[in-house]
């Protein structure tokens, strides 16, 4: 059997809702043989995702996935395998970490303006000691009954014609995939059909993206339907791009969204772990045996 391979999962370290270590075992609960965790700008979660890793048995990947601005528009890149003590790398995601306080006080003061009071109190208490995300405050909208679930508080409030809304400031295409290959990582288009580009768009993307030396897009994500995987393997193949596979999970609740589930790639696709060395568990206690 291939292994179980998840390269895309945030812990609280950004806007998901487990620690690492509760991400690592549920990861191992659900048959994962490799995770990345990648936390948005920022790597400070995987320390302890490596302690419970080892503990589990399961492969453990440095990952991170960077906010970049492109085209006037937010573009997220995976970094994978990357070296977490690489200073330029740190330094620079620290910087998008500032950007989004700075953010998250806009939108803060856009949503007191709406009527509602002590935001950004409350979005400090979601977000904890990390930087607010979006996905902060639609919890928080959620859960003092502005809106009725997270769509509801990305459309009224959060996404582009919200009244909340603040676009991101956030880093060049060339800076994040130039930080993620000094660091000895592998650059990854994170799920593409999400930007809803053109063809031509997602063209000139993949182009500067190689350029600046990325050299990966994951074909192969929970949002992304059977055809829409299909199309993403082909251009892949076209632009001569690894393919990758990660669930972008969040936190436990929805079955679609879940930890090394439907991630399996299209034929005639170029994995990016193609030259990794990936230990295949013969046997794995799981949960003490007991699940
Ligand atoms: P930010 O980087 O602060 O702009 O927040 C972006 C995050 O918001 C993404 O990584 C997703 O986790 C989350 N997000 C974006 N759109 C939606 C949506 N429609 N429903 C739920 N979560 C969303
Ligand atoms: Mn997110
Ligand atoms: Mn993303
Ligand atoms: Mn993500």
Redesign the pocket.
């Known amino acids: 059997m291939n292994p179980v391979i998840d390269l895309h999962a945030?812990s609280h370290y950004?806007?998901g809702t487990l620690s690492p270590a509760e991400l690592v075992l549920r990861a191992q609960n659900k048959g994962v043989d490799v995770l990345a965790l990648t936390d948005?700008?920022n790597t400070a979660g995987l320390a302890e995702a490596h302690k419970a890793a080892q503990q589990a048995g399961l492969t453990l990947i440095n990952g991170v996935?960077v906010?970049v601005t492109w085209a006037r528009r937010?573009v997220?890149i995976v970094g994978l395998g990357i070296d977490t003590e690489n200073t330029a790398l740190q330094q620079g995601l620290e910087g998008i970490r500032e950007q989004?306080a700075i953010?998250?006080n806009k939108m803060a003061v856009k949503l007191e303006k709406a009527g509602l009071s002590g935001v950004m109190a409350s979005i400090k208490e979601y977000a904890g000691t990390e930087a607010?995300?979006?996905?902060?405050?639609?919890r928080y909208l959620v859960d003092n009954g502005h809106a009725k679930d997270?769509?509801t508080?990305?459309?009224r409030f959060?996404?582009k014609k919200g009244k909340a809304f603040v676009g991101?400031d956030w880093v060049s295409l060339e800076e994040a995939v130039g930080w993620i290959v000094n660091a000895g990582g592998q650059a990854v288009i994170a799920h593409p059909v999400r930007y809803k580009m053109t063809d031509t768009k997602l063209g000139v993307l993949i182009d500067e993206f190689k350029h600046a030396g990325g050299t990966g897009i994951e074909v192969s994500t929970a949002t992304h339907m059977p055809h829409e995987r299909r199309k993403m393997a082909i251009i892949a193949a076209q632009y001569e791009l690894l393919s990758s596979a990660g669930s972008?999970f969040?936190s436990p609740g929805n079955p679609r969204i879940e930890l090394g589930h439907n991630l399996g790639l299209p034929a005639d696709t170029v994995p990016v772990w193609k030259d990794w060395e990936i230990e295949k568990k013969a046997t794995k206690v799981v949960n003490g045996g007991l699940l």
């Open positions: 945030h950004s806007d948005h700008d996935e906010s937010t997220h989004r953010r998250a607010a995300t979006r996905t902060h405050f639609a997270m769509q508080a990305f459309k959060l996404g991101g972008d969040h």
